[in-house]
């Protein structure tokens, strides 16, 4: 059973659905049918045209489930409508999807969780914690977007930046989480570059590149973290850094600086030190402040404390750390790490321990929890 498969065709589907006039929330319930239905049949015969196959039997429960809610009798002319089996165009649709997920009738925020939903296919949880709230209040956002969508005409495009927000959350998720969308996210941002002029979409294309060009050395062979510092940098990609660079600095001399070129900038500074000990801290830094004022985000702010950690020691970085909410993420972790700079390694030893009980993922309690061990064991020498 080929889940790639599947997952890469969803969004085409969703969009043939909707441009036939299926309201969104009716369209995903379809389509997430059409993929159950596909889990039973095709391991024992796959369709010589699997999108095809998906789109007829979507449609067919849209229409089955249009025929069984009374309230909705008005889309029974829809039946006449089926389309006959057979191939489906050869469309990528999934750029166009995003767009209309995107919908002016929601709030941006709303927009985002719905896509990365319906999709980017990320789960409630995973969404909830790229935002940083409890699941089951992201579970009522995305529900209520649902709502509002429900029975909407799909005509009328969202906006660019809610786009970007949606492929950058991708991007992350696929970077360090449970799916591997980070190649697609940097699909879909290509394509967004080729069609809209403007600095930012550059921006986060550079990013995504610089962050990506890296990627083959950020875990070891048994699958554990390793951290920037460590990291062997023969194996990262060098043609990908100067694609990001690049396509950055044509995008800084615009003169139109938003968050995605800062991000990209900071990451060009570390891809741009040949050592972690020649990385060039202080502009780090000041790229950081940079990005706070655009944004005004704690989690900029950790980061930023990381940098003053190593621009001017790691007594500055804890009086940075010591002005944010310590319940951030990763705030015990940048604790512990600054801590462990500063010589004070009882203290270091305890935060990595705790840090690891919160971490979101099993890599990342992994690497913690090494990091823990291994500053007990050289207490006890």
């Known amino acids: ?54 789109v ?28 006959a ?14 767009f209309l997920c995107a919908h002016p009738s929601l709030t941006p925020s709303s ?22 709230v409890p699941e ?23 906006d660019v930046a809610t786009v970007l927000r949606v492929l950058y959350l991708v991007f992350n998720e696929g970077y360090s989480g449970d799916v591997d ?29 610089l962050h990506h060009a890296r990627r083959a050395a950020r875990t070891a062979p048994d699958g554990s973290l390793v951290p920037l510092a460590e990291q062997d940098r023969g194996r990262w990609d060098t043609g990908s850094i100067a694609e990001g660079v690049a396509i950055l600095q044509a995008a800084l001399a615009r003169d139109r600086l ?26 780090i830094v000041e790229w950081y402040d940079e990005l706070a004022r655009l944004t005004d985000s704690p989690v900029v702010r950790l980061n930023r404390a990381v940098a003053v950690g190593e621009a001017d020691g790691p007594r500055a970085g804890l009086a940075a750390l010591a002005a944010l909410d310590d319940a951030l993420p990763r705030h015990t972790a940048v604790a512990a790490y600054l801590h462990e700079r500063d010589g004070d390694l009882t203290t270091a030893a305890r935060l990595y321990a705790e840090a690891a009980r919160k971490a979101p993922d099993l890599a990342e309690r992994d690497h913690l929890t090494r990091q823990a061990a291994r500053l007990n064991a050289r207490r006890s020498r």
């Open 258 to 283: 938003g968050e995605f070129q800062a991000q990209a900038a900071i990451a060009a500074l570390h891809a741009d030190a040949p050592t972690a000990e020649e990385t060039d801290w202080v502009q």
């Open 181 to 209: 969308l980070a190649a697609e996210a940097i699909r879909l941002t290509r394509q967004l570059a080729a069609q809209v002029d403007h600095p930012e979409v550059a921006g986060l294309l550079a990013l995504m590149l």
């Open 85 to 98: 089996p057979g191939p489906a165009p050869a469309v990528d649709d999934t750029l166009q999807l995003y």
């Open 1 to 54: 059973m080929d889940e790639a498969l599947l997952r890469s065709l969803t969004p085409s589907v969703l969009a043939i659905l909707v441009r036939r006039g299926a309201d969104f929330a009716a369209a995903e319930d379809a389509v997430q049918e059409a993929l159950v239905e596909a889990v039973r049949v095709w391991p024992a015969e796959q369709p010589r045209d699997p999108k095809g196959w998906l």
């Open 111 to 132: 927009a985002v969780a719905l896509t990365l939903r319906a999709v980017g296919g990320l789960t409630t949880r995973q969404i909830a914690q790229a935002y940083l």
């Open 136 to 158: 089951a209040t992201m579970a009522q956002r995305i529900s209520r977007a649902k709502r509002t969508v429900s029975g909407v005409r799909f005509d009328r495009p969202g």
């Open 56 to 83: 007829t039997v979507a449609w067919r429960k849209f229409l089955d489930a249009t025929r069984a809610d009374t309230a909705r009798r008005r889309r029974e002319d829809l039946v006449d409508e089926e389309p």
